[in-house]
């Protein structure tokens, strides 16, 4: 095997040593390489074919899935998501060709689109990250179909966890809570000085406020820059992503992968940390997760099987997220449960925008003497 794949699958396996996590560090590293000296064993016996699963599923499709959610065997499900979870919410996934906000960041004049994201970059030239952070700032979207699907999936006890790629916090505006959510890269949820003597915490309406004002985020104890709480390229996943999985995974008999181009490493890789009979279910615009031998051995990419001769357990429904969400709520019985949970949701986060509008809108006025102002609630 080449040292390149060598040289990854090394640095897949190590665990961060994250700021205010040294007390634990320790049983922490040989509870990573437990799971990761399993997690290869069981990796080597699946792709080699010595150790073949059970076929769960009577059908390789989104009936299938259906009827073995119905089931009284499906009980741990868990969610893997990313960005395309969210683009009908008006928020631009990353890749896709013209639209994809990797493609958009021309006026930004970075030296090359991922710059954006680098945290050697963002420390020497923070202006275009806040600068599109007003642009994509959370609080100005509403939670998809899918994140609503995932609320229901946690209301009848059935959502494990939600492993999420997305920055947007539109799976905590939806219902999930901390406990639901593993937010691999991170969350607007929080800031932090990047000062490492420092590291002083700010909140969520903090951040907003320095944002909204066109000013560059500074510690007020310090001086240095402050940072949400994202994951940037050159940063630690946060430690809980590690020490959540090594629990979570083995005990999931349901995964369903939904809206990532699962291209993004060490994320992409825990499709393969589920047992060898657990059914996985990815709905997307299109295929992802397969992967040739060598890769799939060692989880780059995920090693999913939907098309040979010796799938088994994988099932790719190929449509944006909100419709076959949709589609399998309706095989549940659930469809008109999850229609009145989105009109419900929906109607209250527009509520509260107008009385917050009719807020600001009034302390404007006093401060003019003008007439008070409401917001038209006629249709």
Known sequence: MSEEVSKRAEEEAEIPDLEGQSDDSSDEGEASGDTEMDFLRSLFSRTLGLSPGEKVLDELTLDGVARYILSDKCKNIICM????ISTSAGIPDFRSPGTGLYANLQKYNLPYPEAIFQIDYFKKHPEPFFALARELYPGQ?????????????????????????NIDTLERVAGLEGEDLIEAHGTFHTSHCVSFLCRKEYSMDWMKDQIFSEDIPKCDSCGSLVKPDIVFFGENL?????????????????LIILGTSLQVQPFASLVSRVSNSCPRLLINMEKTGQSEFGMGLFAFGGGMDFDSDKAYRDVAHLSSCDDG??????????KAELEEMVKREHALIDSKDDKKKDKEANQSSRSTGAEPVKADKTE
Request: charged letters at 20%.
């Open 238 to 254: 946060p430690a809980r992503f590690f020490t959540s999985m090594k629990m979570d995974f083995p005990r999931c008999d349901l």
């Open 325 to 334: 969400c949709m589609a399998l709520a309706e095989l549940l019985g659930w």
């Open 141 to 165: 979207f509403k939670p998809t179909v899918c994140h609503y699907f995932m609320k229901m999936l946690k209301d009848k006890g059935l959502l494990s966890r939600c492993y999420s790629q």
């Open 81 to 84: 998501v990313g960005a395309g």
